[in-house]
């Protein structure tokens, strides 16, 4: 499994790439016909068990951190277990395809009925969507 984007030089994501690594492993059942944010609470479960069973750092998971501007929210988030409880990864956790459209790049790249960008890593990488502090450019 390879990770695309990421900055190496955080401390923990060597842990935190274990944890995602042995999770989608565990959950290779991960039903297809379930909606997006049940399977997303699966993974989130197995990550949060093995973070804070089999890593030397406790780090827990936990599903959609809500940002303070009230602007947006990812999917996923990693934590450490210390009295802030603090944030050091966040991640969105995407099925694809999502759904039979016309177009089988539609949550890529696409057009909304006002002509903006509607392709959710396409809105990502112009930073629309999730948070471009977060973003190793």
């Given at each position: 499994m390879h990770f695309d984007h990421i900055d190496y030089s955080n401390k923990y994501i060597q842990e935190?790439?274990?944890i995602?690594?042995?999770?989608?492993q565990k959950?290779?059942?991960?039903?297809?016909?379930?909606r997006e944010v049940l399977n997303t609470q699966s993974l989130v479960d197995t990550f949060n068990m093995i973070g804070v069973t089999m890593c030397e750092t406790l780090i827990g998971a936990q599903k959609e951190?809500?940002?303070?501007?009230g602007r947006g929210k990812e999917d996923i988030y990693f934590y450490l277990n210390?009295?802030?409880?603090?944030?050091?990864?966040?991640?969105?956790a995407k099925r694809l395809p999502k759904y039979k459209t016309e177009s089988e790049e539609e949550?890529?790249?696409?057009?909304?009925?006002?002509?903006?960008?509607?392709g959710?890593?396409?809105?990502?990488?112009?930073g629309i969507h999730g948070n471009k502090n977060l973003r190793n450019s």
């Amino acid at each position: 499994m390879h990770f695309d984007h990421i900055d190496y030089s955080n401390k923990y994501i060597q842990e935190i790439l274990y944890i995602i690594r042995l999770g989608i492993q565990k959950r290779n059942k991960l039903c297809r016909n379930k909606r997006e944010v049940l399977n997303t609470q699966s993974l989130v479960d197995t990550f949060n068990m093995i973070g804070v069973t089999m890593c030397e750092t406790l780090i827990g998971a936990q599903k959609e951190h809500e940002r303070e501007d009230g602007r947006g929210k990812e999917d996923i988030y990693f934590y450490l277990n210390d009295d802030s409880y603090t944030r050091i990864f966040f991640a969105e956790a995407k099925r694809l395809p999502k759904y039979k459209t016309e177009s089988e790049e539609e949550y890529v790249v696409g057009k909304s009925s006002t002509n903006n960008p509607s392709g959710g890593i396409e809105r990502y990488k112009l930073g629309i969507h999730g948070n471009k502090n977060l973003r190793n450019s």
